[in-house]
């Protein structure tokens, strides 16, 4: 999950419900600064939202890009099913085909944060021509790092037998680590983060969790992609081993970035530095998108 620091939108950006194939979804959408580049398509991570890129769209706008960030279904403020069905990770990735058919630009650059990535994947191999280029953001083709598999089980495990406000409650004191919850937060903070935990279904929590527990190692999927990939994660990540984002850069031979300083939410914390390397690689992904039929597609 990622904590928004702001809830203001930035400018030229607009809060609606895309309407889609598979269902209407929440979204933000900010207009491009001048002459556009391309349109990106964000997917947020686990107990995460649309929110989680707000200080990311204005730099990334200013750089010529419309930037569309989407609640997946079952999260804050997209309705969705009880059902287990809804929350596989097909029907997930066919969601996000369905979003980037209706944004009207034709294939749009593709970045999913945390689990989001693993949807981003999914939509990526399901449908390659829907999109430019793929972006993992502190997510990767390898497992998540142990101590974050105890705490999705542990959370899935509760979800199941308690009431959601006293899980929300225990999560909040676990995160301030003894100190009294949200103690360093803004009570607009506080107050956003408890109504989009209180209106994400338990049937999304479960699901995603339950993909984060069980998704095999897909770095050869990864590889065999024809699309540019970009890695990015900070060097002080921790949902994701460090070392297995690295390698699987190299053997991917994605575009790898490392945001120094940063944790799990480079949108959040470093939001301007992460935008500057993400336009970076859409712009070089792009040129390889509209290189002549039977030109080498490297990846950039």
Do not use: C
């Amino acid at each position: 999950m990622s904590k928004p620091r702001s809830l203001e939108l930035p400018p030229r950006t607009r809060a609606y419900r895309l309407g889609t194939a598979r269902g209407d979804f929440a979204v933000l959408d900010t207009a491009p600064v001048g002459t556009p580049h391309g349109t990106a398509l964000l997917l947020p991570g686990y107990t995460g939202s649309k929110e989680d890129f707000l200080a990311l769209l204005a730099p990334l706008a200013e750089a010529g890009y419309r930037v569309v960030a989407v609640d997946g279904r079952g999260q804050h403020e997209t309705p969705g099913p009880r059902g287990r069905a809804a929350y596989r990770r097909k029907a997930l990735a066919l969601d996000a085909v369905a979003q980037a058919a209706v944004l009207g630009d034709g294939p749009v650059h593709l970045l999913g944060h945390s689990f989001g990535g693993l949807v981003a994947r999914a939509a990526a191999q399901l449908a390659p021509d829907a999109f430019v280029s793929l972006t993992l953001l502190s997510s990767g083709p390898t497992r998540v790092a142990r101590s974050q598999r105890v705490r999705v089980r542990a959370l899935r495990g509760a979800l199941a037998l308690l009431p959601k406000e006293r899980v929300w409650q225990a999560t909040r004191w676990l995160d301030s680590r003894g100190e009294e919850p949200g103690a360093g937060d803004p009570p607009e903070i506080v107050r956003f983060l408890r109504r989009r935990w209180m209106r994400t279904r338990i049937a999304q929590l479960a699901g995603a969790g339950r993909l984060l527990l069980g998704e095999p190692d897909g770095t050869a999927a990864l590889r065999a992609l024809p699309l540019p990939l970009h890695i990015a994660y900070g060097d002080e990540e921790t949902v994701w081993p460090v070392p297995d984002l690295a390698a699987a850069a190299v053997r991917t031979g994605a575009q790898h970035t490392v945001v120094v300083g940063a944790g799990h939410s480079p949108n959040v914390s470093h939001p301007r530095e992460l935008a500057a390397r993400l336009t970076s690689f859409w712009d070089r992904a792009a040129e390889v998108s509209t290189a002549p039929a039977g030109a080498a597609r490297s990846r950039p």
